[in-house]
């Protein structure tokens, strides 16, 4: 659908993340950007009625140099059983289970690739692709659909309007419930891999602000991949998005991400 | 037809040489959620994974896992005969099920309940060894769409021909010969995922093959890594030359901002 572009046989850098306009007039829009991302529980099912803890700093914020290397499934990243979440544990020696880069010193293994897993208290932006008597079913970039009950919301939507909304519940059986939700008006989506979302958002934000400072643009930023830009100047904002998406891994991306808007404003 | 001579086989390989080019590039389908190109020979093989995603028809719905599913398909122009003739036939349906088999049992799928996984091999040339060449590049297309399994699981075929154990065999040497394994093995464990037989061979001769076959996994197992990691070190290993036919990987450089191609429209 709108992916992201991902290095193809030709050669080009990829970048060419897919972009659709939202239709409607023009509106006002609260700012508001997604919640900070830390760990999200996985595991054994149920319990996701719960509020997963947001464990851990995420890897930019722990002091001093730390070593990260890329991993690939069934690499041992220790000798001990650890609980590291995306890694597994067999006869007492720990192993990655996805393509990620494990972080030695912090103990953290964060994937590089991956589809959009709901998880409580996130916001999202969705697409309202089905309006039923009851509520809404929402496209929201993930294998599981979220569903807007009509008694979640003051608002009407139609087919095809973009919501920003909070993931309200999910179950054991990963039905996903939203709530919350505003319709976004005109501006675009940008859709990027979910994982890289973090690192879009920063530290405290920073990254984000940064973004919203220096582009003077709207950004509601979705956990799932999705971001929506109005406003200022859009095309940088969307260029930075794509450029910090794609460079998530390599360190040094704040200065990186600070000389390119200042080049390019 | 004699296929060693000298201690050589036919393209002037041992025994125990995998053939050449053996090359592996992932992520080369912009659609695709994970992708990998593999040219093992003269085999060119193109596997592709979406997932995990909503499971249709519903009626294969697992409530506790996703569904893994695999399409393994030789394109009407792979072979030397045969052109033009296409779609599942009772080998190519063979092949599907025992590669599905292999990733049911290396992907974590209950994290993920109610959807599916769907894995494509498409053989755009074939020389031999097309099962185990394409299950090696889906399991890197796998790690390459970011879905959580226990091993990069690696093909490998081993059997006997002109009376000595070998690994890795082409075309003629398949037809020829008077036994073939394919193997799918994973390394972390030692595990055989799948084990299919051709010919007759005694039991000692068996187990000097499956020895063979680990040695030439372990080589196989090193360009998988390479291939995903390949997207994400900053710089390229010196004097390695790409294989002929995959352009040279292109990682993530830290200095160009992404621009589209020229004239290149942005999909709305």
């Known amino acids: ?95 990655s289970s996805i393509l990620g880069l494990y972080d030695e010193s912090a103990g953290r293994l964060v994937p590089l690739e991956g589809c959009y897993l709901p998880a409580l208290d996130d916001y999202v932006v969705g697409v309202v692709k089905e309006v039923k008597f009851s509520g809404y079913n929402v496209d929201i970039n993930s294998p599981y659909a979220g569903f807007l009950s009509g008694k979640e919301t003051r608002d009407e939507f139609d087919l095809g309007d973009v919501i920003y909304a909070k993931v309200k519940d999910v179950d054991e059986v990963k039905n996903v419930d939203l709530s919350d939700a505003r319709k976004l008006e005109s501006g675009e989506i940008v859709e990027v891999l979910s994982v890289k979302i973090p690192r879009i958002i920063g530290k405290k934000s920073s990254m984000i602000s940064m973004l919203m400072g220096a582009t003077k643009s709207e950004i509601c930023v979705g956990r799932n991949g999705r971001l929506w830009v109005k406003g200022g100047n859009s095309a940088l904002a969307v260029a930075a998005v794509l450029k910090i998406a794609k460079e998530a891994h390599l360190p040094g991306l704040t200065d990186r991400m600070s000389a390119f808007l200042k080049q390019q404003a | 037809m004699k296929l060693i001579v000298d201690g050589k086989r036919l393209d002037g390989r041992s025994l125990s040489d995998l053939r050449t080019p053996l090359a592996i590039r992932a992520g080369v389908l912009n659609k695709a959620d994970g992708s990998a190109y593999i040219e093992w020979g003269n085999n060119k093989i193109l596997a592709a994974v979406y997932g995990p995603k909503e499971c249709i028809p519903r009626h294969d719905i697992n409530p506790y896992k996703a569904v893994v599913r695999c399409r393994y398909a030789m394109s009407p122009f792979a072979s030397f005969e045969e052109h033009g003739r296409t779609g599942p036939n009772r080998r190519s349906r063979e092949i599907s099920k025992v590669i599905q088999e292999v990733f049911e049992n290396v992907i974590l799928a209950e994290q993920f309940p109610k959807t599916a996984i769907d894995i494509f091999i498409e053989v755009l040339q074939a020389d031999g060894g097309t099962r185990v060449a394409g299950l090696t590049a889906a399991a890197v297309a796998l790690a390459d769409a970011g879905i959580p399994m226990k091993d990069v699981v690696a093909g490998i075929a081993a059997g006997k021909i002109d009376g000595q154990i070998a690994v890795d065999f082409g075309k003629y040497e398949d037809n020829f010969g008077e036994s073939d394994m394919p193997f799918a093995i994973s390394l972390r464990t030692g595990e055989i995922l799948l084990f299919q037989m051709d010919g007759m061979l005694t039991k000692d001769e068996i187990a000097k093959a499956i020895d063979m076959a680990f040695e030439g996994a372990k080589k196989v197992n090193e360009l998988q890594v390479k291939a995903l990691k390949a997207r994400y070190v900053e710089k390229e290993e010196k004097g390695a030359a790409p294989a002929p036919g995959i352009p040279p990987q292109e990682p993530a450089s830290a200095e160009q901002p992404p621009q589209p191609a020229e004239g290149q429209e942005q999909p709305y």
């Not at chain 1, 996985?42 to 719960?50: N, S, T, V």
Request: charged content about 35%; proline content about 8%.
């Open chain 1, 1 to 95: 659908m709108y992916g992201e572009g991902k290095f193809g046989v030709e050669g080009g850098g990829g970048g060419g993340g897919g972009r659709f306009r939202s239709g409607g007039d023009r509106g006002f829009g609260r700012r508001g950007f997604g919640r900070r991302e830390g760990f999200r529980r996985e595991g054994p099912p149920a319990r996701e009625r719960e509020a997963p803890q947001r464990e851990g700093p995420e890897e930019h914020e722990i002091a001093g140099p730390h070593i990260t290397r890329v991993v690939v499934p069934g690499e041992k990243i220790s000798d001990s059983p650890r609980p590291v979440q995306f890694a597994f544990v067999d006869e007492g020696r720990t192993y």
